[in-house]
């Protein structure tokens, strides 16, 4: 299933979370992304609804594996492209900030391209 791009974000989100070692509950996604607790709601119920997120019984929330894939990628692409973008001499705040946003529009040839380019 194909993801929008904020549903890659709370994917991503998560998997920050839960690298943080975290045992992640929607609030937890509230204050990380700064969203409300009725938009996070609605958008968990849509991820849960699609396979990609599960909540137990407590709350917690936690990727399926297809979850996790999605957000592995995304998350591999912030960081990759932060360091392309750092190279070329972008702030860093900066390059980290476009490269949210760069990274759930490019296509999978222009991404390989720029990482062979730069060897990352």
């Given at each position: 299933m194909s993801l929008y791009e904020s549903?890659?974000?709370?994917?991503?989100?998560?998997l920050m979370l839960t690298k943080q070692g975290k045992n992640?509950?929607?609030i937890d996604v509230c204050e990380y992304m700064g969203y409300s607790k009725p938009s996070v709601s609605r958008a968990l119920g849509i991820l849960k609804k699609s396979g990609h997120v599960?909540?137990?019984k407590n709350g917690f929330l936690s990727l399926t594996d297809e979850g996790?894939?999605?957000?592995?990628k995304i998350y591999a692409r912030h960081k990759i492209l932060t360091e392309i973008l750092i190279s070329i001499g972008v702030n860093p705040e900066v390059a980290s900030d476009d490269a949210c946003k760069i990274?759930?529009?490019?296509s999978d040839e222009s991404f390989e391209a720029l990482k062979a380019k730069f060897n990352k």
């Amino acid at each position: 299933m194909s993801l929008y791009e904020s549903g890659e974000m709370y994917l991503e989100s998560i998997l920050m979370l839960t690298k943080q070692g975290k045992n992640v509950r929607a609030i937890d996604v509230c204050e990380y992304m700064g969203y409300s607790k009725p938009s996070v709601s609605r958008a968990l119920g849509i991820l849960k609804k699609s396979g990609h997120v599960n909540v137990d019984k407590n709350g917690f929330l936690s990727l399926t594996d297809e979850g996790r894939e999605v957000a592995e990628k995304i998350y591999a692409r912030h960081k990759i492209l932060t360091e392309i973008l750092i190279s070329i001499g972008v702030n860093p705040e900066v390059a980290s900030d476009d490269a949210c946003k760069i990274e759930h529009h490019i296509s999978d040839e222009s991404f390989e391209a720029l990482k062979a380019k730069f060897n990352k």
